[in-house]
């Protein structure tokens, strides 16, 4: 294998694929009777939650935590949210925008998905 020809300055053109790459997918999805912008997780965000759940086992507090991480990682809005923020919300609330999240990242199964409009950026 030999390195391409670029002796007519020729610039090597990025293939369709690979300037897809780091491309974040995005839609609105209700909190609070409001509405917020979530992002579909990276393969390795998903892989990294899923790291953590199987550490976790049944430590209600390790549970919350990734749930808060799953917000954080998957809501632009709540990056900077602390620990005592989260505190203050319904945790019904944060758990359906931490399943909207996840099954908008392909985790766990949409049963709206005909209904799901993704949007680019």
Same mark, same amino acid.
């Given at each position: 294998?030999?390195?391409?020809?670029?002796?007519?300055?020729?610039?090597?053109?990025?293939?369709?694929?690979?300037?897809?790459?780091?491309?974040? $997918?995005?839609?609105?999805?209700?909190?609070?009777?409001?509405?917020? =912008?979530?992002? *579909? %997780? !990276?393969?390795?965000?998903?892989?990294?939650?899923?790291?953590?759940?199987?550490?976790?086992?049944?430590?209600?507090?390790?549970?919350?935590?990734?749930?808060?991480?799953?917000?954080?990682?998957?809501?632009?809005?709540?990056?900077? $949210?602390?620990?005592?923020?989260?505190?203050?919300?319904?945790?019904? =609330?944060?758990? *359906? %925008? !931490?399943?909207?999240?996840?099954?908008?990242?392909?985790?766990?199964?949409?049963?709206?998905?005909?209904?799901?409009?993704?949007?680019?950026?």
């Amino acid at each position: 294998m030999s390195a391409p020809n670029l002796t007519n300055k020729e610039v090597p053109v990025m293939s369709a694929m690979k300037a897809l790459v780091g491309k974040r $997918l995005r839609k609105i999805s209700p909190f609070m009777e409001e509405e917020v =912008e979530i992002l *579909k %997780l !990276s393969v390795s965000e998903v892989m990294g939650i899923q790291k953590s759940a199987k550490d976790i086992g049944e430590d209600e507090t390790a549970n919350f935590r990734l749930l808060q991480d799953v917000i954080k990682v998957g809501c632009p809005d709540a990056a900077d $949210l602390t620990p005592e923020d989260f505190d203050q919300f319904p945790l019904d =609330e944060l758990s *359906k %925008l !931490s399943n909207a999240i996840m099954q908008f990242s392909g985790v766990a199964g949409d049963p709206n998905a005909k209904s799901s409009q993704a949007t680019n950026s």
